[in-house]
């Protein structure tokens, strides 16, 4: 499975604001009490109980968190690939929780109620995948190949099934079509785009949360993180596996990543 993210991003209850004694004002956003801190961001309560903000971290875990490490200057380069990916999407159609950059590594976001469902959406077979069916690293998937898993560190993000996912009540059986229907269009959307930046989307880890009005938004990030990216013209990796698999250029890999996707932006 792809790299994890956040149980994050719930919405909370205005209260939360008046609780915090290290109030910081970014860009006119009063941003206020600490309200959830995961492996790679932390989300903040505002004033606004239907806004949140994300700052993301450096910090870099693999395996269910049982390597740890840092990435100097992951969190801006992720907070960064995102806000230019989100972008993208929403002008494609795709509905999602970014609202602004605030700072460098800071992000203004919708309070959503995260579904429990990682949406992993594989292109390529790669990394788990591979390994599961005895599949050559590169090989073509057609169709694209759509996974649930149950968004459970505990558990260690266990795969599910449609109906698995039903019987849990972790959607309804709209949402679960609605969920494919934008998973395939991000990939869509995402895999043209690395592609004129001369990179190959191999797979990737989506999140979407409910929206208090009930609209499904693509929430959490859009990174070297939780996407497997690698050159088009050398196959060399350009993501996470680096520092999963201790292939070293860690940094300078995320750095190349933010460079193709943030040129002309």
């Not at 700072?103 to 995948?129: D, K, N, T, Y």
Request: with cysteine; net charge negative.
């Amino acid at each position: 499975m792809v790299a994890g993210g956040e149980p994050q991003a719930t919405s909370h209850e205005p209260s939360c604001y008046s609780c915090s004694v290290n109030e910081v004002d970014v860009q006119g956003v009063r941003r206020g009490a600490l309200l959830y801190e995961g492996k790679a961001k932390q989300v903040y309560a505002t004033e606004h109980p239907e806004r949140l903000v994300v700052a993301f971290k450096d910090d870099a875990t693999a395996f269910n968190a049982q390597k740890r490490g840092v990435i100097a200057g992951k969190g801006e380069v992720n907070s960064a690939v995102s806000a230019r990916l989100f972008g993208l999407l929403e002008a494609a159609g795709v509905p999602t929780h970014f609202l602004k950059t605030l700072s460098p590594r800071e992000q203004l976001v919708r309070a959503v109620q995260i579904i429990p469902l990682e949406v992993v959406v594989r292109r390529f077979a790669a990394g788990s995948f591979a390994a599961r069916y005895g599949v050559a690293e590169g090989e073509v998937l057609e169709p694209t190949v759509l996974e649930w898993c149950y968004k459970s560190d505990a558990l260690g993000d266990p795969p599910l099934n449609d109906d698995t996912a039903l019987a849990l009540k972790l959607a309804t059986p709209d949402e679960l079509r609605a969920l494919r229907r934008l998973a395939l269009k991000v990939s869509e959307v995402l895999g043209d785009f690395f592609a004129s930046r001369g990179l190959e989307l191999i797979d990737f880890k989506l999140e979407f949360g409910r929206a208090p009005g009930g609209e499904l938004l693509l929430a959490d990030e859009i990174s070297p993180d939780t996407c497997r990216l690698w050159d088009r013209q050398s196959g060399e990796r350009l993501d996470k596996d680096r520092f999963r698999r201790d292939l070293g250029g860690v940094e300078e890999a995320y750095q190349e990543v933010a460079r193709r996707v943030l040129e002309d932006a």
